[in-house]
């Protein structure tokens, strides 16, 4: 049952509809106009408004600019004769459910009240859950013993109250994001909305709208007006991963708007005013990537007003058991596991790692060590075998994607298209998408191999054969 209120001048409507309603279980007020309803609305709590259009005092557009200004929540479904569809629309554009032509089927008004009621009952679930996950999340932090360790979150408290714009360094899977929500939790803006976007993950010919937004029509698949995320984010923080991975014109477009506070949608000529913090991390070195014309100099200065240096774990290796420990306690909460220790073994292997994939790869072996194990304590047996480990200490400090564990790099792939699809309703080119990672794995086969074509299908599962058909597929395939 839900408590529905109909808004029409037409008595008799109002009267054959009560009694309809009623019938189906449903709570039922009336009004005879606009500002009578808007009066009930703001008086008492109602799960949906039936209302005409055309009524005199207050229509029923009148009523739905009034609802969303009050900030009421409720659906809203209008009535309207056939030669007012158009007006109908345009409620819908203003954010009404649906609508439905005089004269209607009862069947058709029982179907539309019950999908926009199911629709209500999502939403409120959702809010529910929203407020659970706000009131039950706890702070971004690290956990840590180390020097380095100390040294960069002091400078995340230090710097987080401040307006500037910070720079995050470091490998995968060393806490970026992390260190993005610390500033974005100590700051004035914390209430406000804090958006995260991988700039690595989405197209080229997306990311200008993906940032600043489009209009309808502007390009093909733009259905309607979109807001970018600056936008998404204006008052809070906007966190930009991988920032190096940005085009040249993309560069250009968000000096502007660091300089200007505002952003232009694609497709509108429009200025929108924006008041954004702007936090950018990147595993690249931008330094180099500027000497070699790959990244501007001007936006570097720009995001790079204070610099964060993350550690990779394996300069701070007195930070793994403490981190270890840490993911025993989540992990086995979460999974329903009574673990709560490790074999001195255990602690040994963990030790002597190499974690190219850092403290995420930490995290991942934890997770699997809990869900594997079957005593009280972590013991050697479901942890990696240093000896015949496939990823030994590197020599060299460098970051590179390059160390980081296949299952890593298809898990962030795999979560940064996640990530995409909840905010868009465009369909992702899924054909282009998977043969660009094919062809990328092979690349990297060769690479590796120095162009040893036996020795890149070996690595790859892959007969001769098979590896000399794929690389012609993507016309790369050479004696050469």
């Known amino acids: 049952m ?46 949906l408004v039936l209302t005409d259009l055309r009524m ?61 009621l199911e629709k209500s009952a999502l939403v409120a679930e959702n809010q529910q859950l929203k407020k659970k996950l706000a009131q039950g999340k706890q702070r971004p932090q690290f ?23 910070v720079l995050i360094l470091g490998e995968s899977g060393t806490g970026k994001e992390l260190v993005a929500r610390m500033l ?37 698949g733009a259905s309607k007006d979109k807001k970018g995320l600056f936008e998404a984010a204006s008052g809070g923080t906007i966190f930009l991963d991988e920032i190096g991975e940005l085009t040249l014109g993309v560069q250009v477009k968000l000096l502007r708007v660091l300089q200007e506070r505002v952003v232009t949608p694609v497709g509108e000529s429009r200025e929108v005013p924006v008041d954004v913090r702007v936090v950018a991390a990147t595993h690249r070195n931008l330094r180099e990537a500027v000497q070699e014309g790959r990244f501007r100099a001007d936006l570097y200065f720009r995001l790079n007003v ?48 190499g974690y190219p994939g850092n403290v995420r790869e930490l995290e991942n072996l934890i997770e699997r060590a809990v869900a594997l194990e079957t005593s009280d304590r972590i013991t050697p ?13 590197p020599k060299s400090s460098a970051t590179h994607d390059e160390l980081l564990p296949p299952e890593d790099q298809v898990h962030r792939a795999t979560s940064a298209i ?26 990297a086969a060769l690479r590796h191999s120095r162009g040893n074509k036996t020795d890149a299908a070996r690595q790859l599962g892959l007969t001769f054969r098979s590896l000399r058909y794929k690389l012609a597929k993507y016309g790369a395939d050479s004696d050469g």
């Not at 610099?307 to 058991?321: G, N």
Request: with cysteine.
């Open 2 to 47: 839900a408590r529905l209120l109909i808004v029409d001048d037409d008595l008799s409507l109002r009267e054959f509809l009560t009694i309809f309603l009623k019938r189906e279980g449903h709570d039922v007020e009336v009004a005879a106009n606009g500002s009578r309803a808007l009066e009930m609305l703001q008086a008492g709590q109602f799960d």
């Open 56 to 116: 005199p005092r207050m229509g029923g557009l009148e009523l739905l600019d009034a609802v969303r200004a009050a900030q009421i929540d409720v659906q809203v479904i209008v009535m309207t004769a056939f030669s007012s569809t158009d007006t109908a629309l345009e409620a819908m554009r203003k954010g009404a459910y649906d609508y439905i032509v005089k004269p209607f089927k009862l069947d058709e008004v029982k179907l539309i009240i019950a999908k926009c």
């Open 143 to 165: 956990v840590w013993k180390s020097k380095a360790m100390e040294d960069a979150v002091a400078l995340v408290k230090r710097v987080a109250p401040t307006p500037s714009s």
């Open 184 to 220: 974005h939790e100590g700051s004035a803006r914390k209430d406000k909305p804090f958006v995260a976007l991988n700039c690595g993950a989405i197209p080229e010919q997306l990311m200008e709208s993906e940032l600043f937004g489009h209009s309808k029509g502007s390009f093909t």
């Open 306 to 353: 204070i610099e964060v240096r993350m550690p990779p774990l394996r300069e701070r290796r007195e930070d793994i058991l403490p981190l270890a420990q840490h993911f025993l306690v989540q992990f086995s909460q979460r999974l329903g596991r009574d673990i709560r220790a490790f074999e001195p073994e255990a602690e040994a292997v963990l030790l002597t790692l």
């Open 381 to 393: 047996a479901w942890l990696p075998d240093p000896g015949a480990s496939a990823w030994p200490l």
């Open 418 to 443: 996640d990530r995409w699809l909840e905010r868009h309703q465009e369909p992702i080119d899924s054909e282009r998408l998977l043969e660009q990672l094919e062809r990328g794995v092979l690349e």
